[in-house]
């Protein structure tokens, strides 16, 4: 399996980003897909997830800002991010969980099978 994310790179604030995430090797519309992120000096946290029927799940702080979508003929996931803050500055990477797994919350990054490598996003003011 592997995991591809783009789109990251540098922006101001208040301005948009979208990631995506590319998976190859699975069969993707059975999993769930998860994003993350980690700034420098703290620990990974969760930020967005979409379940292979599409329901979405998002960090209570961003919610509002940020949405989660995917397209299954393409196997990839997006992650659209508006009003950027200076605080949303990390490295994101996305990760997929199989559906099978069951009864965990969807933030919590041990229950993923498998991690992109990330790509960082960085907001200045």
């Known amino acids: 399996v592997q995991l591809q994310a783009s789109g990251g790179g540098s922006v101001q604030a208040g301005g948009s980003l979208r990631l995506s995430c590319v998976a190859a090797?699975?069969?993707?519309?059975?999993?769930?897909i998860g994003w993350f992120r980690q700034a420098p000096g703290k620990e990974r946290e969760f930020v967005a997830a979409?379940?292979?029927?599409?329901?979405?799940h998002f960090a209570d702080s961003l919610k509002g800002r940020f949405t989660i979508s995917r397209d299954n003929d393409k196997n990839t996931v997006y992650l659209q991010m508006n009003s950027l803050k200076l605080e949303d500055t990390a490295v994101y990477y996305c990760?997929?969980?199989?559906?099978?797994?069951?009864?965990?919350?969807?933030?919590?990054?041990?229950?993923?099978?498998?991690w992109g490598q990330g790509t960082l996003v960085t907001v200045s003011s």
């Open positions: 090797g699975l069969t993707f519309s059975r999993y769930h």
């Open positions: 979409i379940r292979g029927g599409g329901r979405t």
């Open positions: 990760a997929v969980r199989n559906s099978l797994r069951v009864g965990y919350s969807f933030s919590v990054a041990h229950t993923y099978d498998y």
